[in-house]
């Protein structure tokens, strides 16, 4: 490509260049956007740059040969009509404030493509962004879905969800990031889509937990069954919908994560399960296992709207070290002794969840004024 075909194409920004940015780059840049990434390390920044590798995160993998890096956070932001931000989700805050003066003048979607709650606040990743940037909520997006990096980065057919409360929002960012092995649908449930990607990696750690203690495919698919209810009474409880958390951003991704190896949330959990403490597995992993520092503020928000997640209660008695590891897979119930009613939808089950699903599906064409945007509806 020219150096002036290379200028023309629409400029993007990622910063972070973790296995997750660094995809995203490569998503974006294989769709046809001009991409620079940002990242934290100078000698990073340079093997992408020079190299269009990133050995350390994407072992094996090329990256596209127009990609551009830089570890100057001004070079990257500059002229970008879109912005993605992927690093850990308690240094988002920290890193925004670096952000914020160098996109005074923008009106460019600031897209979060992480799936934490900052432990302080249990603020989702799009709250601390409003908050940071002070910007119009219309003007966030999140991403979420069945997305493991390295299988995307081999260019692996796979879908996603791109979520914002502005339908204009959610079309332009899913039109940029798509390409032919990467199909994104929209959605306005950005409440769904963010805790979908968050608790589903609570599930994961429960789950690497009872293969890591050795028991086999009833325990995993009991509990990976039953997270898709706590996943989804907890989510409902803050307004999110209840299909959303059937979707990509929901049962989608705790398939993929409770299934891979390559989770690392998975991997945490099984390192557990082995035996390991909890600061054990912390020095262990090199990269980023989110629902480690997820739990306490999830858990605590449970609480506060009176959600019971069991489960969840369970993983953090395994990383306080007040639970033994074999002992998670009985205790998937509240209750023990009382045998419940097998409830798999919130309160609008029955014959009012199919009414309820209709009517949400008729505000969902009302609102995307009946061109039948794509999306991720079951
Ligand atoms: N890897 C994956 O398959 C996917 C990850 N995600 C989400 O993407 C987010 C980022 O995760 P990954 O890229 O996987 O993590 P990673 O561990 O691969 O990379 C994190 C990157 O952030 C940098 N970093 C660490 N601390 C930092 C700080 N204080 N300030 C600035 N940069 C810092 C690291 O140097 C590294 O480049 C997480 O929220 C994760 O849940 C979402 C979908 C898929
Ligand atoms: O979010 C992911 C897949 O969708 C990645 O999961 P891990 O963070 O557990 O690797």
């Not at 057919?157 to 339908?167: C, D, E, G």
């Not at 009991?222 to 919908?241: C, H, K, N, P, W």
Request: net charge neutral; hydrophobic share 40%.
């Amino acid at each position: 490509m020219s150096r002036r075909q290379d200028a023309a194409r629409p400029r993007v920004a990622v910063v972070g260049a973790g296995s997750w940015g660094t995809t995203f780059g490569k998503i974006l840049a294989d769709g046809g956007a001009h991409v620079t990434m940002w990242a934290r390390r100078p000698e990073l920044a340079s093997e992408i740059q020079e190299g269009k590798r990133n050995s350390e995160y994407l072992p094996g993998i090329n990256l596209p040969r127009d990609m551009h890096a830089t570890h100057h956070l001004s070079e990257a932001l500059e002229g970008a009509e879109q912005i993605y931000l992927s690093i850990p989700s308690q240094a988002v805050r920290q890193n925004l404030k670096a952000v914020r003066p160098l996109i005074s003048q923008s009106d460019a979607p600031i897209v979060s493509l992480m799936k934490g709650v900052e432990r302080r606040t249990g603020l989702r990743m799009s709250q601390v962004i409003e908050q940071e940037l002070h910007c119009d909520p219309a003007r966030i997006a999140v991403a979420s879905g069945p997305n493991l990096a390295l299988e995307i980065a081999s260019e692996q057919p796979t879908a996603a969800v791109i979520s914002s409360t502005s339908q204009e929002t959610a079309e332009a960012v899913a039109r940029r990031a798509r390409n032919k092995y990467f199909r994104t649908f929209v959605n306005t449930d950005v409440i769904g889509t963010e805790f979908g990607g968050v608790l589903k990696n609570l599930i994961a750690v429960a789950i690497g937990i009872v293969d890591g203690v050795g028991y086999g495919e009833n325990t995993k698919a009991s509990i990976i069954t039953r997270g898709l209810v706590e996943m989804t009474d907890f989510a409902v409880a803050f307004g999110a919908q209840h299909e959303t958390l059937q979707g990509l951003a929901g049962l989608g991704d705790l398939i993929a994560t409770c299934q891979s190896p390559l989770s690392r949330n998975n991997t945490a959990g099984r390192l557990l399960g082995q035996g390991y403490r909890f600061d054990d597995v912390v020095k262990q992993m090199n990269q980023t296992a989110e629902g480690l520092a997820s739990v306490a503020p999830i858990l605590q928000l449970a609480r506060e709207v009176g959600v019971q997640m069991p489960i969840v209660e369970q993983v953090k008695m395994v990383l306080d070290g007040t639970m033994n590891p074999r002992d998670i897979a009985p205790h998937l119930t509240t209750d023990d002794d009382t045998p419940q009613g097998e409830r798999t939808t919130n309160g609008q089950a029955g014959g009012g969840g199919a009414l309820w699903r209709s009517i949400q599906r008729a505000l969902d064409q009302f609102r995307n004024g009946g061109r039948g945007a794509a999306g991720d509806r079951p």
